[in-house]
């Protein structure tokens, strides 16, 4: 196979892995099914859930992970099933597997369906937590989540980011290739010898 050819092909492979990327912003699809950020109330009743640390990354979401810990964190909740609007919910955060309390809030009702919790020292140290949602209705039984996370993972790797930078780097090269004889006979001639000894 010519050189250059290759060299575009891989170039064209790049470009359709950083388009298709964007897809993998909630856990590898565009549709609710596959979201990492949402958890079950109840069979079929589902909440998402967002974390936010505005201090070390102004506009990234978080999920799963938080890169920080004693720095102010915001947690949002969204429930778009209209009954949960009506009922009184709790939040508590919690150390694990030790189970001590770092953040409490008692049950109340959130009549617009989302729920903006603000932690403004985050988490103490890094490690496993909890978050615990208890809907507390007027009648009948309460119900119990949980979702873990984990703090202190350091700085977001973004794969979205990750295949960009590939994709650029690449371009570049494959630009450079064309225009530079010098870098393309150096190129030519790596690929001869590695042709050579194969």
């Known amino acids: 196979m010519n050189t250059a050819r290759f060299i575009k092909k891989l170039c064209l ?10 897809l993998w912003a909630h856990g590898g699809a565009a549709g609710t099914d596959t ?3 949402k958890f079950e109330l109840e069979p079929g009743h589902w909440i998402h859930y967002t974390a936010y640390q505005p201090s070390l990354y102004q506009a990234q979401e978080f999920c799963g992970s938080l890169p920080g810990t004693t720095t102010k ?3 949002v909740f969204d429930y778009q099933d209209m009954r949960y609007r009506n009922m009184a919910v ?11 309390r770092v953040f409490f809030q008692p049950a109340t009702k959130h009549k617009s ?3 903006n919790l603000e ?17 507390v209705p007027d009648q009948g039984e309460r119900l119990d989540a949980h979702m873990a996370f984990k703090a202190g993972t350091g700085g977001p790797v973004s ?3 990750l295949f960009l930078y590939l994709f650029i780097a690449f371009a570049g090269l494959y630009v450079l290739y064309l225009s530079n004889t010098d870098f393309k006979n150096r190129v030519n001639g790596l690929f ?3 042709k050579n000894q194969a």
């Open 13 to 22: 492979a790049f470009s359709g892995l950083l388009f298709s990327a964007a």
């Open 35 to 37: 979201d990492q950020c």
């Open 73 to 75: 964190t915001q947690l």
């Open 90 to 100: 709790e939040f508590e955060v919690t150390k694990e597997p030790e189970g001590t």
């Open 113 to 115: 369906g989302t729920v």
């Open 119 to 135: 932690l403004p020292n985050g988490v103490p140290e890094p490690g496993q937590y909890l978050i615990h949602i208890t809907l």
């Open 159 to 161: 794969k979205t980011n």
């Open 192 to 194: 001869a010898k590695a």
